[in-house]
């Protein structure tokens, strides 16, 4: 089993772009899989953590509702963001500048074969992270993603995720909100959830801004010990 995990960030990329690039991954790993499976191949399967950032765009997943875009095609334009449907789970959500986004493409089959577990060493690798900020955050029961204050009329969420899964490869991930401008969330239903609120680091912290650096080589920290993996 490979446990070493090749890590790019990739700065900021148009979504789709960043896309296909997943897609891309993924399918040499499938690829491979299907070649060890057909011929006894014994290839080594590549894990790939990909760090991104996205100029403003709305995404909405294989099972989210349309009408959680609040947007018509011109409002879109007019506040100069692009929208995808899109192959993960989930419904729909916003990226930006200001967020750090996280694809772990990762064969789980070099880890362990439990989509449930992958998701929340996920949760688990933010939770971390924010806890070094001093920050409390958590799951909140039947939602997706990571949240503050749960169980309280001030529930925020501050970390959406959505993830694919074939052949135990995944794709998508998670999307973290650093110095992300809320604004852009008055725009959607985030997640098909109403009534909820949606918060980012430097606002919790106070701060005009927060080093989205340094909270990358946190996440990554958390990231690699969960999965017990290296970095190559």
Request: aromatic share 10%; net charge negative.
């Amino acid at each position: 089993m490979n446990k070493g995990v090749n890590i790019q960030d990739l700065g900021l990329k148009d979504y789709k772009e960043a896309w296909d690039y997943q897609e891309t991954l993924f399918k040499e790993t499938i690829d491979i899989k299907i070649k060890n499976r057909r011929e006894s191949a014994g290839l080594s399967t590549p894990n790939h953590l990909l760090f991104v950032s996205h100029p403003h765009v709305y995404t909405l997943g294989k099972s989210g509702d349309m009408s959680n875009l609040l947007l018509s095609e011109a409002q879109l334009e007019s506040k100069g963001a692009t929208f995808y449907k899109i192959n993960r789970g989930g419904d729909i959500t916003y990226h930006g500048p200001g967020q750090v986004v996280g694809y772990p493409i990762l064969d789980l089959e070099n880890f362990f074969t439990d989509i449930h577990k992958f998701l929340r060493f996920l949760e688990d690798t933010i939770i971390l992270t924010l806890e070094e900020y001093g920050l409390k955050a958590e799951r909140s029961p039947g939602e997706t993603g990571v949240w503050l204050d749960v169980g309280t009329p001030f529930a925020r969420k501050i970390c959406a995720m959505g993830v694919r899964a074939s052949r135990w490869v995944t794709m998508h991930g998670f999307a973290l909100n650093v110095n992300a401008d809320l604004g852009y969330f008055d725009n959607i239903i985030p997640c098909g959830i109403r009534g909820k609120a949606v918060t980012s680091l430097h606002v919790e912290l106070g701060q005009t801004k927060v080093d989205e650096a340094e909270v990358k080589v946190k996440l990554l920290k958390h990231f690699l010990k969960l999965f017990e993996a290296t970095e190559v």
